[in-house]
């Protein structure tokens, strides 16, 4: 949550000077973070936002754009709601305001999804509406194979509307619902900061970026390392292996076996860490590896071939359990 806090930070900090700009992150703060009520029959314009500075942006902006005196009301922390949360309330002149705003239509119909004006709007005003969705109702988790900017919605159509905002900004976003609950979510991290920097979050794409990257060198480093572990087990238990069963051939085939096939055999039982490339160049004369690997093959199959006629048990009778033939 430290990541989300630090976008939601910096952007509440953001200064908009354009009008438009600024009606549009309001319109969509109040339409992701609350609705309308009838309170006393008359239509109140309410929105439920997280955090002080806020709540204090969208008074301000209530009053600068539309001359409003809105309410605030401090919700105390309790059940799901772990930390205190801030109720900005319009009575007086809310009905007038929900039409301002796009909340409701000229039937005095709520709006389902977003205002057309938003989402039919420039790049600036696309910007503000993932802007104020993300102020509203936003998360950042940490790079990572779970990696994801996540916007809570109140509803299938505002999903599709913030969904359809994110193409037009050129970001693949996708809509889904797990549990009754709408979200829109941006997964591959280069999008990510592609839809903070639209947002305005400059600073953090930068934090971002670096932890990002840190993320990446850290699992590819454990990759490599995993990678050359497996190698060198891989090679110990070869090596084991190969022991072993020379040993085993050297008893099964006793004196009969060949000088050049013994000479191997001793070889590798003499070097026992040595890789074949290795074995070669400690013999006399030197071999290639090629020739150190055939001789080493035709007296495990000799001696394969010896323990067969004799009933007795092959080369691979004196393997270690955790050890493969």
């Known amino acids: ?12 900090q953001m200064e ?62 309790s059940g799901v709601r772990r930390t205190n949360h801030y109720l900005v309330r319009v009575v007086d002149g809310g009905e007038t305001l929900a039409r301002q705003t796009g909340l409701l239509d000229a039937r005095r119909r709520p709006i389902r999804g977003l205002p057309n004006r938003l989402t039919t709007g420039g790049q600036e005003e696309l910007e503000a509406v993932w802007r104020g969705a993300f102020l509203a109702h936003g ?13 809570t919605c109140p509803g299938n159509e505002t999903a599709m509307a913030l969904v359809g905002a994110a193409g037009r900004l050129q970001v693949p976003a996708k809509a889904r619902e797990v ?25 953090s794409v930068q ?45 099964i085939l ?31 004369p030197p071999m290639t590896k090629d020739a150190v690997a055939g001789r080493i093959r035709r007296l495990l199959a000799l001696a394969d071939k010896r323990a067969a006629d004799l009933g007795i048990p092959g080369t691979d009778a004196n393997l270690p359990e955790e050890v493969d033939a």
């Open 1 to 12: 949550m430290a990541l989300t806090a630090e976008v939601k930070d910096e952007l509440t």
């Open 16 to 77: 908009v000077g354009k009008t438009s700009v600024r009606a549009a992150e309001l319109a969509t703060i109040l339409r992701f973070s609350g609705g309308l009520h009838l309170i006393s029959g008359r239509i109140a314009v309410e929105s439920e936002l997280d955090t002080p500075q806020l709540a204090k942006r969208v008074r301000r902006d209530l009053a600068e754009l539309y001359g409003v005196r809105p309410e605030m009301t401090v919700l105390s922390a």
């Open 139 to 151: 998360s950042l988790t940490d790079p990572g194979r779970s990696a994801a900017l996540e916007v």
């Open 179 to 203: 549990r009754g609950v709408h979200r829109v979510v941006i997964r591959d991290g280069e999008a990510i900061s592609e839809m903070l920097g639209h947002m305005g979050a400059r600073r």
């Open 207 to 251: 934090n971002w970026e670096e932890l990002r990257q840190r993320r990446e060198v850290r699992a590819n480093t454990n990759r490599l390392v995993n990678f050359d572990d497996a190698n060198l087990r891989r090679s110990a238990q070869a090596a084991v292996a190969a022991c072993a069963r020379v040993e085993r051939a050297l008893e």
């Open 254 to 284: 006793g004196d009969s076996v060949p000088d050049h096939l013994q000479y191997a055999g001793k070889l590798r039982l003499d070097h026992r860490d040595a890789s074949l490339d290795e074995l070669g160049h400690h013999a006399d």
